[in-house]
């Protein structure tokens, strides 16, 4: 568990929980409309991976987008909990990247099926180091987020452009799926997603985590 500080990466527990849209901006750039509630889905935890692996082109893929997103890492259960108790149940933070096949996940929206197979392949949840919430001095609504391909900015936002901010996400998320000590939530991406291919190197951060960088395959 990432809250034993056994490692200093993520160690995600039993899910891995992502939000979809949470951001006007990124909502409008894939042409979709500015969700009223909170889009989940689930990152089964085969896809999560720490610095020094590699991003691998899900089979067949021809449009893997990069997606960087603030990581909530579950310090305590969460079972129907109110917003004002969320600070309590967070163990830390981290950076986080929802690898997607995009061109796979718009041939799903097309068919109204589930996007689990675009977002939930192996090698698509690139996740940081943990930061315990404690280390984090600035507010959680308030901080820097990028993303950079071979060095050129494509993602910069800040978490205060949330739709839904992680005090309300995740007393939302607490109704449906009961979180556990050490599961994950990302918390969707600013605009600015885009393709990446083999060589390319991801580097990311979020204001007051460690950067990550990511070579895909
Ligand atoms: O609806 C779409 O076309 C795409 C949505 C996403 O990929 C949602 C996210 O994962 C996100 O906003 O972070
Ligand atoms: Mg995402």
Known sequence: MAS?????FVEVGKKIVAVGRNYSEHAKELGNAVPSEPILFLKPTTSY??????????????ELH????LGVVIGKKCKDISPSAVTDHIAGY????????????????????????????????????????????????????????????????????????????????????????????????????????SGDVITAGVEGCPDIEFTVQ
Request: some cysteine.
């Open 4 to 8: 034993k500080g056994v490692s200093r």
């Open 49 to 62: 991976i720490t610095v020094g692996r590699k991003i691998e082109l899900p089979k067949g893929a021809t």
């Open 66 to 69: 990069h997606e960087v997103e």
């Open 94 to 197: 981290t950076v986080a990247l929802d690898m997607t096949d995009r061109e796979k996940q718009t041939e799903l929206k097309d068919k109204k099926l589930p996007w689990a197979v675009s977002k939930g392949f192996d090698t698509s949840c690139p996740v940081g180091e943990f930061v315990p919430k404690s280390d984090l001095t600035k507010d959680v609504q308030d901080l820097g987020i990028w993303l950079k391909v071979n060095g050129e900015l494509k993602q910069n936002g800040n978490t205060r452009d949330m739709l839904f901010p992680v005090a309300d996400l995740i007393s939302h998320i607490s109704g449906i799926f009961t979180l556990e000590p050490g599961d994950l939530v990302l918390t969707g991406t600013p605009s600015g997603v885009g393709p990446v291919t």
